[in-house]
Nanobody, 123 residues
Framework: QLQLVESGGGLVQPGGSLRLSCAASGLPLDYYAIGWFRQAPGKEREGVLCISRSGGSTNYADSVKGRFTISRDNAKNTVYLQMNSLKPEDTAVYYC????????????????WGQGTQVTVSS
């Protein structure tokens, strides 16, 4: 059974940066594509970025292009979401999820989910 734990969220001012981590245990993370999703209050969960088993990334949210990047360190069994130039509209609970081996923006295609980490962008 794969278990995922997100960390790195918090309160940041507009224009700031955060790096979220998604640490896996139980199974090797490199078996899976890993997606980052987010859910703001009153909104549906949306796909943000995904990284495939081979390391290719796919962006599912136009609003984060050029600001967010995804990477993976298989040796550490961890996937990262680097978020730069943060905006108030990026405020949400961010989740990582494992499925695979290919990326998809559909949450239902992912088998394992973390508990989420809150990101709040506010002055």
């Amino acid at each position: 059974q794969l278990q995922l734990v997100e960390s790195g969220g918090g309160l940041v001012q507009p224009g700031g940066s955060l790096r979220l981590s998604c640490a896996a245990s139980g199974l090797p993370l490199d078996y899976y594509a890993i997606g980052w999703f987010r859910q703001a209050p009153g909104k549906e969960r949306e796909g943000v970025l995904c990284i495939s088993r081979s390391g290719g990334s796919t962006n599912y949210a136009d609003s984060v292009k050029g600001r967010f990047t995804i990477s993976r360190d298989n040796a550490k069994n961890t996937v990262y979401l680097q978020m730069n130039s943060l905006k108030p509209e990026d405020t949400a609970v961010y989740y990582c999820a494992a499925g695979g081996p290919f990326c998809t923006g559909w949450a239902k295609e992912y088998d394992y989910w973390g508990q989420g980490t809150q990101v709040t962008v506010s002055s």
